[in-house]
């Protein structure tokens, strides 16, 4: 990002056209990676990412690789700049990827092999990285093809999830912060949720009738919910967000976790809704063999999770993201499992 760009605010940035980056953008990068006598021949930017782009590079021998691009053109949120003392802040950069990935390699979990990183600008205008290209299909593709076939790729992410999830840290929060020694905003994981989730509820009924008529009740749930959760120090390490869009499988069908970024060390629970709620039906294949789940905080963090997953993609439809209807089903599903789960 040049001085230019620094100097623009997230609602003029909605406004510029944007580029995705050509095979010229990308050749000094992919260079530098891969080395001189290889020619890159074409470049994609693949659908899905918000936060960065994702570009799958071709090479002359037919061999590809994938680049990852941290730049304010390519996010799709404008969500400025990032606190990382808040373990909810917008989880995106290069120094958040590299954390994270050192820590999933250190723990043994599976993650695209980093092969190049340039944090310096020397070879693009702004952070990037370019990782080994998995061939294999997504979880989320697995499932909708051949939900038969996903029955072992689902229980071999459950055994990743165990050795995740065996995981711990000293104090929640980022894992770019928290393993450098630093510490999170807030006394609690439960408190940090129960302010999210309510700041939620105030965003969303300012957006939609229906959770304007229902603030209250969404309100004191939470108040409710929160006040049922007993304190607890175990601070676990999870993805944050990982839905079966966010895990590949290799060719052989074992599960590598992508979109890597917001991990932190956090209670499982979290974890655990976000997985209720992606997988579904399928979701009992993933439920924990080595944790005991705090049903108080599951209750909590189900309804905090519907709420954010409410306001969140709102959020993102503010802008310019290209694929809307996607982001305006995910609201319109969650909006209403929220207001089922306080209905009279």
């Not at 969404?218 to 999870?238: M, Q």
């Not at 956090?266 to 809704?273: C, G, K, N, R, S």
Request: glycine content about 6%; aromatic content about 6%.
């Amino acid at each position: 990002m040049d001085e230019g760009d620094a100097q623009v605010k997230p609602q003029d940035r909605r406004r510029r056209p944007r580029r995705a980056l050509t095979p010229a953008d990308l050749a000094p990068l992919t260079r530098a990676a891969l080395g001189p006598a290889r020619t890159l021949t074409a470049v994609i930017r693949l659908r899905g990412g918000t936060k960065k782009g994702v570009y799958r590079l071709t090479l002359d021998d037919d061999s590809t690789a994938i680049a990852y691009v941290w730049s304010a053109d390519e996010d799709y949120w404008d969500a400025g700049p990032s606190d990382l003392r808040d373990p909810f802040s917008h989880a995106t950069g290069y120094h958040l990827f590299a954390a994270s990935h050192a820590r999933l390699t250190a723990a043994g979990v599976r993650t695209p092999r980093l092969l190049y990183a340039d944090s310096t600008h020397a070879h693009l205008p702004a952070d990037a990285a370019i990782v080994e290209d998995l061939p294999g299909e997504t979880l989320e593709d697995l499932l909708a093809r051949d939900p038969h076939a996903a029955t072992e790729a689902l229980h071999r992410l459950a055994t990743l999830l165990d050795t995740l999830h065996a995981c711990t840290g000293p104090r929640f929060g980022k894992v770019a912060l928290v393993d450098n020694g630093g510490s999170s905003y807030g006394g609690s994981c439960e408190q940090r949720v129960t302010e999210g989730a309510l700041r939620d509820v105030d965003e969303i009924a300012r957006r939609d009738p229906r959770a304007a008529a229902a603030r209250e009740a969404l309100a004191d749930a939470v108040h409710t919910l929160a006040a049922e959760v007993r304190p607890r120090e175990r601070h676990t390490l999870i993805h944050g967000e990982l839905g079966p869009d966010h895990v590949r499988l290799t060719p052989d069908g074992h599960p590598v976790l992508i979109d890597v970024e917001g991990l932190l060390y956090f209670d499982v629970e979290w974890e655990h809704a976000f997985l209720e709620i992606r997988f579904g039906p399928r979701y009992a294949a993933l439920r924990p063999r080595t944790l005991d789940l705090d049903e108080h905080r599951m209750r909590l963090y189900r309804l905090a999770m519907h709420l954010s997953l409410v306001a969140g993609p709102l959020r993102l439809l503010d802008g310019d993201f290209p694929d809307p209807e996607p982001m305006r089903a995910i609201a319109e599903n969650n909006l209403r499992r929220a207001l089922e789960l306080v209905a009279p």
